[in-house]
């Protein structure tokens, strides 16, 4: 709210000092800027409106007319899609999701709310003992990764990868939530004290709450991450009927060949659930983003 | 007794997230440095140790260096268009581009980025389709039929027709983080530097570009940490192929992993990649600790 009305007071101050000295450098700056934003929207846009397209058309329409719209919007290559496996990897994904954001923002915010809250010593070693996590990238543990999900009984499984998910989102998540958890007033825990509160109260019954905006963006960081994860889908699950959304659609790929209508459609289908949650949840997703760059 | 709970107080919280980053997360990288220490593969009972021959083999590989190569090139242009075009989108938007419309178009921006990189990668190799993809057919359309190929079938253009799709996806993301920084800048500056008779490119250099910089920091090392460890584009585009041109560390660390079956190469690779990634994370804390700019 306060960078808004900032910014109405910057629009209609130096508007006035502007028109004076308005030249042809201007109007060539504007016209070639506006130009270049177009541009850059038509460049995001027309790939994702022609693979929507392309979806609804034939094989032949594909190679005749790439740019055109079909003679019939044909809906059942989005059945077919769903139909050849679509349907399966999104019932995947969709648990390995719900599965990793529960877990993922549950055990980051008690880690969180250990360090916000508890002055007990060396627990900021803990802290930077979670917040190194941050350093290792899933590619660099694939090899390792591979033999101990063996030993645990946990490759080829969902569980395995949610378990994974949440290992590897605890580092950003603990901090994000703790940034804000540091935040909220110590007098809401010691008057929950007064009314006879332990911790674990406290916990549940008010940081927790009062932390809802933020687990919300955490939610929402941690859907985009397992909706989209490849190198551990690719390597950990084998079994076809376990396959994830990203690495399925790779599969499909090799088994639609030429198959391009029904291809499209698969990913869009894939695409669309992403983009809608994001269009909906903008601003949590990206409060989540900012926060979580440190500010 | 209770004031020795209270001692362990954080640590009980925090538990479940010690025991996973630990056990998932950075066991997993050193057993790395461990395991590329010996020749083995997924079916060998017994591993032998072979001191440091994995990495003279990575010395000699010449696949290797080709990827690192390819990784470097990665990075150049990332920082290139995530870094630099991302700052002046981000600034055109926050000072041309009128409020609402600059608000729906760093969303449009943004959209690439909750794509998978499956999709986006298939979408783009269907682009690239020498047959039927949007590319050659606008270049025809346009009159450059000569230029026209099998862009990523071609040692010539594939890397750079993956980097190509790797920036339409990811500049949304750095623009809409440079933007945040962008507001986070006190609005009178600009006052005084409109009132002094600065221009919009003076106002931009000394004014937007000074007070960013510890976003740009960031997301250099960010940037270029991510383009080291890039591995689902090319794994979706290319594979790999043509001739081995297009892989980057973490592919060649999957081939040799799980196709050529040589576990312990893949190790060393993987610690190799550790090792600069942990590099650029500690200059990042190291930049982080310095004296932030004041206003």
Same mark, same amino acid.
């Given at each position: 709210?306060?960078?808004?009305?900032?910014?109405?007071?910057?629009?209609?101050?130096?508007?006035?000092?502007?028109?004076?000295?308005?030249?042809?450098?201007?109007?060539?700056?504007?016209?070639?800027?506006?130009?270049?934003?177009?541009?850059?929207?038509?460049?995001?846009?027309?790939?994702?409106?022609?693979?929507?397209?392309?979806?609804?058309?034939?094989?032949?329409?594909?190679?005749?007319?790439?740019?055109?719209?079909?003679?019939?919007?044909?809906?059942?290559?989005?059945?077919?899609?769903?139909?050849?496996?679509?349907?399966?990897?999104?019932?995947?994904?969709?648990?390995?999701?719900?599965?990793?954001?529960?877990?993922?923002?549950?055990?980051?915010?008690?880690?969180?709310?250990?360090?916000?809250?508890?002055?007990?010593?060396?627990?900021?070693?803990?802290?930077?003992?979670?917040?190194?996590?941050?350093?290792?990238?899933?590619?660099?543990?694939?090899?390792?990764?591979?033999?101990?999900?063996?030993?645990?009984?946990?490759?080829?499984?969902?569980?395995?990868?949610?378990?994974?998910?949440?290992?590897?989102?605890?580092?950003?998540?603990?901090?994000?939530?703790?940034?804000?958890?540091?935040?909220?007033?110590?007098?809401?825990?010691?008057?929950?004290?007064?009314?006879?509160?332990?911790?674990?109260?406290?916990?549940?019954?008010?940081?927790?709450?009062?932390?809802?905006?933020?687990?919300?963006?955490?939610?929402?960081?941690?859907?985009?991450?397992?909706?989209?994860?490849?190198?551990?889908?690719?390597?950990?699950?084998?079994?076809?009927?376990?396959?994830?959304?990203?690495?399925?659609?790779?599969?499909?790929?090799?088994?639609?060949?030429?198959?391009?209508?029904?291809?499209?459609?698969?990913?869009?289908?894939?695409?669309?659930?992403?983009?809608?949650?994001?269009?909906?949840?903008?601003?949590?997703?990206?409060?989540?983003?900012?926060?979580?760059?440190?500010? | 007794? %209770?004031?020795?709970?209270?001692?362990?107080?954080?640590?009980?919280?925090? #538990?479940?997230?010690?025991?996973?980053?630990?056990?998932?997360?950075?066991?997993?990288?050193? !057993? &790395?440095?461990?395991?590329?220490?010996?020749?083995?593969?997924?079916?060998?009972?017994?591993?032998?140790?072979?001191?440091?021959?994995?990495?003279?083999?990575?010395?000699?590989?010449?696949?290797?260096?080709?990827?690192?190569?390819?990784?470097?090139?990665?990075?150049?242009?990332?920082?290139?268009?995530?870094?630099?075009?991302?700052?002046?989108?981000?600034?055109?938007?926050?000072?041309?581009?009128?409020?609402?419309?600059?608000?729906?178009?760093?969303?449009?921006?943004?959209?690439?980025?909750?794509?998978?990189?499956?999709?986006?990668?298939?979408?783009?190799?269907?682009?690239?389709?020498?047959?039927?993809?949007?590319?050659?057919?606008?270049?025809?359309?346009?009159?450059?039929?000569?230029?026209?190929?099998?862009?990523?079938?071609?040692?010539?253009?594939?890397?750079?027709?993956?980097?190509?799709?790797? !920036?339409? !996806?990811?500049?949304?993301?750095?623009?809409?983080?440079?933007?945040?920084?962008?507001? %986070?800048?006190?609005?009178?500056?600009?006052?005084?530097?409109?009132?002094?008779?600065?221009? %919009?490119?003076?106002?931009?250099?000394?004014?937007?570009?000074?007070?960013?910089?510890?976003?740009?920091?960031?997301?250099?090392?960010?940037?270029?940490?991510?383009?080291?460890?890039?591995?689902?584009?090319?794994?979706?585009?290319?594979?790999?192929?043509?001739?081995?041109? #297009?892989?980057?560390?973490?592919?060649?660390?999957?081939?040799?992993?799980?196709?050529?079956?040589?576990?312990?190469?893949?190790?060393?690779?993987?610690?190799?990649?550790?090792?600069? #990634?942990?590099?650029?994370?500690?200059? !990042?804390?190291?930049?982080? &600790?310095?004296?932030?700019?004041?206003?």
């Amino acid at each position: 709210m306060v960078t808004a009305s900032v910014q109405d007071q910057r629009r209609t101050v130096p508007s006035r000092l502007r028109r004076s000295s308005t030249t042809v450098v201007d109007v060539v700056a504007h016209l070639l800027v506006s130009v270049l934003l177009l541009a850059l929207a038509l460049a995001v846009l027309y790939p994702l409106a022609w693979m929507l397209i392309s979806g609804f058309k034939t094989n032949f329409e594909i190679f005749s007319d790439p740019w055109g719209l079909p003679a019939t919007w044909r809906v059942e290559n989005f059945v077919a899609a769903a139909n050849k496996g679509v349907t399966t990897y999104f019932v995947n994904s969709l648990l390995v999701t719900a599965g990793s954001i529960v877990s993922t923002t549950m055990i980051s915010a008690w880690a969180a709310y250990g360090l916000a809250r508890t002055k007990a010593p060396l627990v900021k070693y803990g802290g930077w003992f979670i917040l190194g996590g941050l350093m290792v990238s899933p590619t660099v543990a694939l090899v390792p990764l591979f033999g101990l999900l063996q030993q645990l009984r946990l490759f080829d499984s969902l569980v395995g990868l949610v378990v994974l998910y949440t290992a590897y989102r605890i580092p950003f998540t603990t901090f994000l939530i703790r940034a804000y958890m540091v935040d909220l007033p110590t007098t809401l825990d010691e008057a929950a004290t007064i009314d006879g509160a332990g911790r674990f109260q406290i916990f549940w019954r008010v940081i927790l709450p009062l932390s809802k905006p933020i687990l919300v963006s955490a939610a929402l960081l941690q859907a985009l991450f397992s909706w989209n994860e490849f190198a551990f889908a690719l390597v950990f699950l084998s079994r076809r009927e376990l396959k994830t959304l990203p690495v399925g659609l790779m599969d499909m790929q090799s088994r639609l060949l030429t198959d391009w209508p029904v291809q499209f459609a698969s990913l869009a289908l894939a695409a669309l659930p992403m983009i809608l949650v994001f269009l909906i949840g903008q601003r949590a997703f990206l409060r989540g983003l900012t926060d979580g760059m440190g500010k | 007794m %209770r004031r020795k709970l209270r001692y362990l107080g954080g640590w009980w919280w925090m #538990t479940p997230a010690l025991v996973l980053v630990g056990v998932f997360v950075y066991y997993p990288v050193l !057993q &790395n440095f461990q395991l590329s220490l010996y020749s083995w593969n997924a079916f060998s009972r017994a591993p032998r140790y072979v001191g440091m021959d994995n990495y003279a083999t990575m010395v000699a590989d010449e696949v290797f260096w080709r990827a690192l190569w390819n990784n470097v090139i990665y990075a150049v242009v990332s920082l290139i268009f995530q870094v630099f075009f991302a700052l002046v989108l981000a600034a055109i938007l926050e000072e041309f581009v009128h409020r609402r419309l600059a608000g729906f178009l760093r969303a449009l921006y943004f959209i690439p980025t909750v794509i998978s990189i499956t999709v986006s990668g298939i979408l783009f190799s269907f682009i690239y389709n020498p047959e039927f993809g949007l590319l050659n057919k606008l270049l025809q359309a346009i009159g450059l039929g000569g230029l026209t190929r099998a862009w990523l079938g071609e040692e010539g253009t594939a890397m750079g027709s993956i980097i190509a799709m790797s !920036q339409w !996806q990811s500049f949304g993301y750095t623009a809409v983080l440079f933007i945040v920084a962008i507001q %986070r800048i006190p609005r009178d500056l600009y006052e005084s530097a409109r009132i002094d008779g600065a221009g %919009r490119v003076r106002t931009f250099v000394s004014i937007t570009l000074p007070l960013v910089r510890e976003m740009t920091t960031l997301l250099v090392i960010i940037t270029v940490s991510g383009a080291f460890l890039v591995f689902n584009e090319v794994m979706v585009m290319t594979a790999g192929g043509p001739a081995r041109s #297009t892989h980057v560390l973490g592919t060649w660390l999957y081939f040799n992993a799980f196709m050529a079956d040589d576990m312990g190469y893949a190790s060393a690779i993987a610690s190799f990649i550790f090792v600069i #990634t942990l590099a650029l994370a500690i200059g !990042q804390l190291a930049y982080g &600790n310095r004296k932030r700019v004041e206003w």
